[in-house]
Structures are given as C-alpha cells and as structure tokens.
C-alpha cells in the first residue's frame, strides 16, 4: 500500500473507532444478517471505509470456443460486429465455425444448385411489428402474388414478411444503421484441441474464398408463404437474417462431389470443408448477439429422380448441420490507440487505480483488496466491543462522464460476477464467495438509478463475517484475499435448479458491455470505492 492509502486508512480508521463518524441508524441489513439484528436489543452503526480497486488486463484475450461462449459446452450465444469510443477504443467481433452434412442424403442424378442462403438467427424486439412487401413498406397484413412457383406449377399465394429491429449494442442513427457482414471460407482445419484455437485472439486460422455478403440494417424478419387454393404452407422462414452465397462454390464444393469419400464421413468433410468465418467489413457501429446452434445454411438444387421408370425433375434441398457438435469460436480484435484505456494501461498498479475500466469479451478486469489494516479495525471493534456485523456491501460509482450508455441492449442494467482470486502453484483460480455459495445474490446489478452518480452495491456480508469474526461460528479467521470483478453472469444449470455451474462459468465471452467506475481515486472521498458495514452492539439499557 502507498504511503498516502497508508495514512488515508490511518485517519479515517481513528476517526471512525474513536466515535467521530460512527453514528447511530436505521440499517438496511441484507438477509444474511438481518437474524441478528433486533432494535430492542442493539444499537446498529454504519461505517464506509475505503478499499483498494485495480485493473486486470486480461490482454484482450478469453476464451471463446463452444466452452467459453456459454462456458458450458454449448455455444447458445456469439458476438458479431464492430464498435469505437473514446473509452475503450475500437471492438470488433467475427465468428468461425464448421459445418457438417446430413447423416443421409441422396441428390439424385444430374443435380444443380438454384440457391444457397445463410440464416443468422439474433433476437429482436417483437413487439415493435413493421411489414414489408418487397422493397416498400405497406400496411399490416400479407399481400397476394398469382404465379408463385409451386413444384412444376403456378399458383396464387399469400405472402406475409415480417420485420422486426434486434438489439444492439453501441451506436444508434442513420449513420450507423448499416453494416456488412462477409461469409468467407475457412481454409485452416479446425482443431478443438489445439489450445491456440481456443481464444478469442487466436491466430493462425486463414481464410478464402469470399462466399457471400450482405448489408444488414439491424432488422431481421420472417416470411410466410401460404397457397391460397387449399391454404396449405409453401415456405415459411422463422426471424433470421439472410445471406445469399455464392451457389457456383457450392456446386463444386459440394454437388459435384457426388459418392466420393469427402462427403460420405463426418472427418473427411471437415478437413475437405473446414468451415466458415462471418465478419462485419467496417470497424464503427455496434455489436449484436446471435445463436451460432441456430444458424442455417441450406442449398437448395434441382436433380433428376426415377420413380416407377419415370423420370421427374424435382427441386430439394440439404441444410447443413452448424449445431453444437461443430468447432466455435469468437474472433475478438481491439485497437486501443488513443482511447481513454489504451494510455492508462501502462500505468495500472495494484496499489490502487483511479479509474477501473470494466469490460466484457477479454476486456479488463477489477480487483478489489480490504486493506489490512481495515480488517484489523473491524475485527478489534468485534473484539472488545462485540461488534457482531450485521450487513456488508462493497460500494462501486459509476464515472457518468465516461462511461457509454446503450439504451437498446438486451440487459435493462449491467450485471457483474463476484469471485475470489486466488494464486495456486503459479495458476489463477476462481472460488465463488461465501455470498454466492449461500445463495445470495448470484447477479450482481443493484444499480441506484436516478442517484449522481450511478453506483452500485455489491453483498459481501458473509464474505467479511467469515474473515473478521470467523467462519460458520467458528473461531477460525477466513484469508482476506483479492475479490475479482467481471462484467457478465453466472451460468445456470436448468437441470440443477438453477444453481450456477461454478465460478468459471460465466457469460463473460459475450458481454458486450463496458463501464468507466471510480476506483482508489484520493481526490474524491465522497465516489471513491468503499467497504460499507453495518454492525450492532449490545445495548446499554
């Protein structure tokens, strides 16, 4: 600790247990210590002591595979998109995956390919309903087209197209509508066990041939088609952004590759096809969240097919497997040149930094450490004056100045995990806090909305009881190691009531937020970080 924390915590720590700030209260005790208070029986007091906050520079880098994208094995969620501010620069998100064929399929004799579309499946504000006919805007409701091709036929059908805007994270306007995403081939082979594969800034991974692109204008929708004769469905296309690719690649890729061993084994084909990249071509606009498990690519083709002696030309389709068995990978680039972050990181310590820069997907990290000599104070104050703690919570403000607020994001505020840091054998491992494994909270996003500045009050109550007074009424004194701060939340196990997977698993590799806080800031005593403790004493009645 600096000589200044030093003698900050001096003072403040004499005023506080010699009387001059300690004041009596009506406490907001949280429910882990709500049982010992009784205001019959004690005098309760709050303190506010300030901590140490520093930042972690995880150097742009996490891990996003399928483990890390959900952090459970299934890649549910990815990122795509670019995004630039003066904070915390530029981020731009791709995405890689594989692709597989169908266990069974049969194209049929003289097969060629009439289209080959990607489906980007992100979700969407539905309740906001605009409808599209064509390249116009119309009235709600479908329109009629008379020679709509059906199989060999023409016929009269309903066609109804629905879209709706999805949510994004960064910029809003006209100028940052649009953006366009390219689908190129991988032409590296795609080893899940390779650990430089594993992370979201891995390199080594080439790609190709450029199979598509689209301009996306931050809408996706839904098409129905319906044969107004017998109201039978012809096409319906669930909400999802469509990209055409280019269905020369695909013939000779895939169809005229009929019966050779490329496509007939599941190894074969994804050293034959590696698999694709999706990119955005700009580097300002926002991010979006989308289900890579969801995503389609279906190439539709006509073939000849003998049936009885009779030959029949017929259109079909095979829609490729891109589920959870295949390679995931979030691609994550930064460029912190003249942002806010790129010049503080030379100057981080964990003495204590000013100003903590908070971010999702492989961005910074806060660390929090309870000095020493705080813990000492309080567990003294226990000591001699049975000072039993009735709430504790760690008090964070947001720097209003600097930090960017998106008010289109799918989260109504930021979340955070809270976890022990600790060292073993030269490795970082992360504990849930006695908090969490109590079962309270599991989220951590109390912000005080509407207060200048925004801060937010993170539960530590039995984290501190456990170090001061010690563990499970027990005499034996919890280590005061470093707590780990992250933007993002714990993964639930639906299967186990909803308690989280472990600390590890968290939505860490897809948050898109970020947040400027005020962190061991010595000019500032009123917003800095703190420790805020409520505790009762015995009553003198």
């Known amino acids: ?162 879209t709706y805007p999805i949510f994004k994270y960064g910029k809003d306007g006209d100028a940052f509508k649009s953006m366009k995403i390219n689908v190129n081939e991988v032409t590296s082979f795609l080893d899940a066990s390779k650990k430089e594969f594993t992370f979201s800034n891995a390199s080594g991974i080439t790609t190709g041939a450029l199979l598509g692109s689209g301009v996306f204008d931050g809408n996706v929708s839904s098409v129905t088609i319906t044969n107004k004769t017998d109201n039978s469905s012809v096409f319906e296309a669930k909400l999802g952004f469509r990209i055409n690719l280019d269905k020369t690649f695909f013939q000779q890729k895939i169809l005229d590759q009929q019966g050779k061993p490329v496509l007939q084994d599941a190894a074969n084909f994804t050293r034959y096809f590696n698999g694709i990249k999706l990119s955005v071509e700009w580097d300002d606009g926002y991010l979006f969240q989308f289900s890579p498990n969801d995503m389609q690519l279906i190439m539709y083709y006509k073939s000849d097919k003998t049936t009885n002696g009779t030959v029949t030309r017929s259109q079909s389709k095979i829609e490729f497997d891109l589920g959870s068995k295949n390679f995931h990978l979030g691609q994550y680039a930064y460029d912190r040149n003249t942002s806010a972050l790129g010049n503080a990181i030379p100057t981080f310590t964990k ?7 908070l971010q999702g997907m492989g961005g910074p990290s806060m660390g929090v450490k309870i000095p020493d000599d705080v813990i000492k104070a309080l567990r003294d104050n226990f000591t001699n004056n049975k000072a039993a703690i009735v709430g504790a919570r760690i008090r964070v403000y947001v720097d209003m100045n600097n930090t960017f607020v998106n008010a289109q994001s799918t989260e109504a505020s930021r979340k955070f995990t809270l976890t022990n840091l600790l060292y073993k054998d030269g490795k970082v491992d992360y504990t849930f806090t006695a908090d969490t494994s109590a079962g309270f909270p599991l989220y951590y996003y109390n912000a005080k909305k509407g207060d200048t500045p925004e801060y937010y009050d993170i539960v530590v109550t039995k984290t501190i009881k456990n170090i001061v007074e010690g563990k499970d009424g027990t005499t034996t004194q919890a280590s005061n190691d470093p707590l780990f701060f992250n933007l993002g939340a714990f993964v639930k196990n639906p299967s186990n009531n909803g308690i989280p997977y472990g600390a590890r698993y968290t939505t860490r590799a897809t948050d898109m937020n970020r947040v400027v806080l005020i962190g061991s800031d010595a000019t500032n005593d009123q917003n800095r970080i703190k420790l805020v403790v409520t505790y009762s004493t015995a009553s003198n009645k």
């Open 351 to 357: 003495d204590g930094d000013s100003r903590i820069y």
């Open 1 to 162: 600790m600096t000589h200044t924390l030093k003698r900050t915590f001096a003072m403040l720590l004499l005023a506080v247990f010699g009387s001059a700030l300690l004041y009596n209260c009506e406490p907001d005790p949280d429910s882990l210590g709500q049982q010992l208070f009784d205001k019959d029986a004690a005098n309760a007091h709050e303190l506010a002591l300030p901590i140490i906050a520093y930042n972690i520079n995880n150097n742009d880098s996490i891990r996003s595979d399928a483990l890390g994208l959900l952090a459970t094995g299934g890649a549910n969620v990815a990122v795509l998109g670019a995004f630039k501010e003066g904070q915390f620069g530029m981020q731009k998100a791709s995405y890689i995956t594989q692709l597989r064929m169908p266990v069974s399929f049969d194209f049929g004799d003289k097969p060629v390919v009439d289209s080959v579309v990607l489906v980007i499946r992100t979700p969407a504000n539905t309740a906001d309903d605009t409808y599209y006919m064509a390249d116009k805007v119309v009235a709600p409701g479908a329109y009629d087209k008379n020679d709509f091709p059906v199989g060999n036929d023409k016929a009269t059908v309903s066609i109804e197209k629905k």
